[in-house]
């Protein structure tokens, strides 16, 4: 049997054997299997490091047995289209979707969580599929009596509350919530930092300084992990007073000690914590890069890859928001968020920029060594989610 009919069939065992809800797979069962045999005091040390040595191998044999335009599509965390969803995500290959208010209004649990099966059951892989539903002035879902009585609180009303065990137990719920209906992917916990009610960012902020905010984001991260949710820790570098990159360019003119001292230190926390994901601001932070938007900067990725350790999935922040529009078109953007570093590019444009990368990667501008280092860790998130059936054994 051919590579590409193996991950095929591999994946729909793995959609049979997955919960219609959930969505949770294989994997996992593995992961609880080598759990208990661990906590019973049988040395698995030798079974644990063979078992990820498969994985790995089976992760480079997916990769391998893709073509450039399926590893590029595996980049893209697109809009979700109104309609088409679930042919246009097999089209493209794309690595997911993000979802918003709009997708749920008018729909019950049900029927929700029943569209998002439909787009999963037409992708050749596993899709990442996101939401943001930050609690407070952000929520995409819970926003709608039809999915729950009280939309989720925000992170300084919990604290109020309870302080960090508030904000546990909230995680935890928010993750069934969403895991119900199919969602493995929540764009949070917000790492900014601010503590003036005039900024634009401080709403959906602890709104405390920065070692509160950093033991809040720590204990997010890793409740999210506990339930196999992505965590996306935004907007990097952090936001401080700057105005809203939705409706335009917005320019730091803060020193760089400044974002040590403070605004890194939480991205710092929830890097230790595991966090799945990053996600980088358009915001043109000049003491790093005074040209670029920090989305689309080189020297921004390096302060995230080198001086913060990050080794995981980095993403952009939407590509169609004005920040980015009114600095460059969408063609060049998303083909220098690749080359900044971006392993993933949140965006709506998805038609027409996955052709640009592809085009970029056949003229020589993007090598294709830099694709798949991004598409490698892209699929290494999905195997830790659960998301991507355990490695095959033996031979045919």
């Given amino acids: 049997m051919k590579k590409r009919n193996k991950i095929a069939a591999a994946w729909m065992i793995a959609l049979v054997m997955c919960s219609a809800a959930g969505w949770l797979c294989v994997a996992r069962k593995s992961e609880q299997t080598a759990s208990s045999t661990a906590s019973s005091g049988t040395d698995v040390s030798g079974d644990t490091a063979s078992y990820a040595q498969e994985q790995q191998i089976w992760l480079q044999d997916i990769l391998a047995d893709m073509t450039l335009e399926q590893k590029v599509g595996q980049m893209f965390l697109a809009r979700c289209p109104q309609e088409d969803a679930p ?34 059951a037409a992708a050749e892989l596993p899709l990442l599929i996101g939401v943001d539903e930050e609690g407070g002035s952000v929520n995409r879902i819970s926003c709608y009596e039809a999915f729950r009585e009280q939309p989720f609180a925000s992170p300084q009303q919990l604290y109020r509350q309870g302080g960090l065990a508030s904000i546990r137990d909230d995680t935890l719920e928010k993750c069934d919530f969403l895991q119900g209906l199919g969602i493995n992917v929540n764009f949070a916990p917000v790492c ?23 033991e809040y984001v720590r204990t997010v991260v890793q409740a999210m992990a506990e339930k196999q949710v992505a965590s996306v820790l ?18 730091d003119d803060r020193p760089y000690e400044i974002f040590v001292q403070k605004d890194l230190l939480p991205f710092s926390e929830g890097i230790r914590a595991g966090a799945n994901m990053v996600l980088v601001s358009h915001t043109v932070v000049k003491c790093m890069d005074a040209q670029m938007p920090a989305s689309l900067s080189v020297p921004v990725h390096q302060v995230l890859r080198q001086e913060l350790g990050f080794s995981g999935v980095i993403i952009t922040d939407d590509l169609y928001m004005k920040g980015i529009r009114d600095f460059t078109g969408p063609e060049h953007a998303a083909v220098q968020a690749v080359l900044a ?6 965006c709506t444009d998805f038609e027409v920029q996955i052709p640009a990368v592809v085009r970029a990667v056949k003229n020589g501008e993007i090598s294709e060594q830099q694709i798949d280092a991004s598409v490698q860790r892209i699929l290494q998130m999905k195997l830790s989610l659960g998301l991507l059936p355990k490695a095959e054994t033996g031979e045919e």
Wanted: aromatic share 12%; with cysteine.
């Fill in 87 to 120: 042919a246009k995500a097999a089209e493209y290959h794309l690595g997911g979707y993000v979802l918003f208010a709009e997708d749920f209004l008018g729909k019950t649990s049900v029927q929700a969580a029943r569209d998002i099966q439909k787009i999963q």
């Fill in 192 to 214: 900014d930092i601010s503590t003036d009610p005039a900024d634009y960012i401080y709403a959906r902020t602890l709104g405390l300084p920065a070692r509160e905010t950093s």
């Fill in 234 to 251: 935004k907007h990097f570098p952090g936001y401080g007073n700057n105005t809203d990159t939705h409706a335009g360019i917005a320019y």
């Fill in 341 to 346: 570093g971006n392993d993933m590019l949140c």
